[in-house]
């Protein structure tokens, strides 16, 4: 079965793009779209290219691609609606801080969990060489070796995470239960990309991150926002892991959200585009 992207109608023609993660899918955006439609917003969460099938598709694509269709997808949905802010989990929030970059016109950027190194109290020893894993992460041969993840999850919900433990693939539908470090590289090239161009970005940006979050440490957060030329705000949360758009504070994220893409005005984006080329 396809995976499909997801949309939801809103009221006040202020719409938000939601990125999902990478190896993610449209449907781990879906309780924050959900929350962020009942205070009026309309959303959509687009498939990524690469996504929603299995490991060598992804390995198929590299970050460009990524903001490939990141960039159509808000081209399409910005004809839709009035104005459009963007939020993304981990890659999809760097994907949405390059969207910011490329397109001036959006209004407000979110960034949950970000990561440049993952580098959390439960990652494995080699998830944090992340200088030697980019020398040789895309090599033939390397690039097809896999990380899958494991306990807890990204998740402090109970719930959530026995969900997850028993069967993955019924939490988030058309998710890949493996990252390859091909695609792993890819990550690192646009965390590094985002440093080189940061300072061009002047789009508004919301970085939350939670204090015990088991991927990435909390630094992640404060090295996006040194990164960033425009306002930033850096929230710690207090009661979630990794995944804090749908783990246990879900609904205050959703809040934060709305709140902070309420705050910024339409006009307050229009700055200067940061080029892609490396």
């Known amino acids: 079965m396809a995976v499909e992207p997801l949309r939801i109608p809103g009221k006040t023609g202020h719409?938000?793009?939601?990125?999902?993660?990478?190896?993610?899918?449209?449907?781990e955006m879906k309780p924050l779209a959900k929350r962020l439609a009942r205070r009026g917003?309309?959303?959509a969460a687009p498939l990524l290219p690469g996504h929603g099938v299995d490991e060598a598709t992804l390995l198929r694509t590299t970050w460009r691609d990524w903001l490939d269709g990141v960039r159509e997808a808000y081209d399409r949905?910005?004809?839709e609606v009035d104005s459009v802010s963007v939020a993304g989990i981990c890659v999809g929030g760097a994907l949405g801080v390059m969207l910011a970059a490329e397109r001036p016109a959006v209004r407000a950027a979110a960034v949950y969990s970000m990561t440049f190194e993952y580098d959390g109290w439960n990652m494995p020893r080699f998830a944090v060489a992340a200088p030697v894993i980019q020398l040789v992460a895309n090599l033939p041969g390397v690039r097809n070796l896999a990380w899958t993840e494991t306990y807890p999850f990204g998740l402090k919900d109970e719930r959530l995470r026995a969900m997850a433990e028993k069967a993955p693939e019924s939490l988030i539908e058309g998710s890949i239960d493996r990252l390859p470090l091909g695609a792993l590289y890819q990550m690192y090239r646009l965390g590094r990309h985002i440093e080189r161009v940061g300072h061009e970005i002047k789009t508004p940006t919301l970085i939350l991150h939670a204090?015990?979050?088991d991927m990435s440490h909390p630094r992640n957060a404060w090295r996006?926002?040194?990164?960033?030329?425009?306002?930033?705000?850096?929230q710690l949360l207090d009661d979630s892991y990794h995944m804090i758009h749908v783990d246990q504070e879900r609904d205050r994220v959703a809040a934060m959200t709305a709140e902070f893409f309420n705050e910024v005005t339409p006009q307050a984006g229009?700055?200067?585009s940061a080029r892609t080329h490396v």
């Open 224 to 234: 996006l926002k040194r990164a960033l030329g425009g306002p930033t705000s850096v």
């Open 270 to 272: 229009l700055v200067t």
């Open 77 to 79: 949905f910005a004809g």
């Open 15 to 27: 719409g938000v793009l939601l990125i999902h993660g990478l190896t993610g899918a449209p449907a």
């Open 211 to 213: 204090r015990d979050d």
């Open 41 to 43: 917003f309309e959303v």
